[in-house]
């Protein structure tokens, strides 16, 4: 088995991330926690690019409708529709318009765990829900009611892979093989090596 701090996930600071001037915010949320950025860039996307990134994974539209539905009852409100398919047609539509709305930051997060990890710092989709302390928790406020009454995506700031094997396709949907570098930080001695030698003089 590969160490698992080999684990690599995508990340995405989107159009209202980069405008909100949060690049540096979402940069330093991963990198205190002692992940490693293996890969950056700024792209304007295109629809083509952001309807094929959200179809990698061939059940992402009947979760999204699923969660969605789930966010709307746990309030107490009535779901747009009882159909998950049909919800998350609207969701893909709207997202190609924010995605491509300017330019946004895609970015490869390389350590421990690091799917689950940048998951729990990004926090929740839905910023009305999301926790405290994490970014979408701390630096938006938008909901599905309010997106949904606007006929628009709920902005959060930021994409991340839901699991390792969509990071896997994601990563290769964004990036070259040689837009990945392979380095290593000083700082990996203590986060993983065994015995903690050689600080001691
Ligand atoms: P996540 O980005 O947390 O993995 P999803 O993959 O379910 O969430 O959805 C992708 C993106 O689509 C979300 O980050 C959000 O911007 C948007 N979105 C999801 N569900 C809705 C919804 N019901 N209404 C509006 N936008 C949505």
Redesign the pocket.
Known sequence: MEHPKYEQTLVIVKPDGVQRSLIGEVISRYERVGLKLVAIKMVIPTEAHVEAH?TLDPN?MR??GE??IKGYKDKGLLPPSEDPLE?TRV?LA??KK?LTAGPVVAMIWEGAHAVKIVRKLTGG?EPLTSDVGTIRGDYVLDS?SM??LDVR????IV?AS?SVEEAEMEIKHWFTETEIQKYRLIQEQIIYDVNLDGIKE
């Open positions: 959200y992402w979760i999204t969660k969605t919800i969701v709207s997202l924010y989709t599905y997106s949904d995506s709920v902005r959060n994409h839901g």
